[in-house]
């Protein structure tokens, strides 16, 4: 049998904690007279990119016990990539979350076709 001292519950504790807490993905504020800021993304050699779209949607961070609370607001932020592939047409969707941590895409989906009877339900 596994027992866990009182340390061993405060480390599982705080993990699982970690674990629920939400990821911002916000860029950061900035001042009036802080420099643009620039970010370099990886787009494929073979994508023809047809457009590009920034999206961010915020949240309210909250925690606390008791009486006490606080409060931060977060955010996901997207950039999102469609595009074409050069030689076979097929349609991708690239996206791509924290920029300035992170250069390549977070998912790749690609659009295949077919057949309205094989994929989607009668209306």
């Known amino acids: 049998m596994l027992t866990l001292t009182p340390s061993h519950r405060s ?3 705080l993990l699982a904690l970690a674990a629920c807490a939400p990821v911002n993905t916000l860029p950061r504020h900035l001042a009036p007279d ?3 800021q620039r970010y370099e993304l990886e787009i494929p050699s073979w994508l ?3 457009a590009v779209d920034f999206s961010a ?3 309210s961070d909250v925690s ?5 609370t606080s409060t931060q ?9 469609y595009g074409v592939h050069r030689e076979t047409g097929e349609q991708y969707l690239l996206l ?8 390549g895409p977070t ?14 339900p009668d209306p």
């Open 11 to 13: 480390v599982t504790l």
């Open 107 to 120: 998912q790749v989906i690609r659009f295949r076709s077919t057949s309205r009877d094989d994929s989607l």
């Open 34 to 36: 802080d420099p643009v």
């Open 48 to 50: 023809d990119v047809r």
């Open 73 to 81: 607001v977060g955010g996901r932020a997207f950039v999102k990539v």
């Open 57 to 59: 949607t915020t949240f």
């Open 96 to 103: 791509y979350e924290s920029p300035a941590k992170r250069r």
């Open 64 to 68: 606390g016990t008791g009486s006490w």
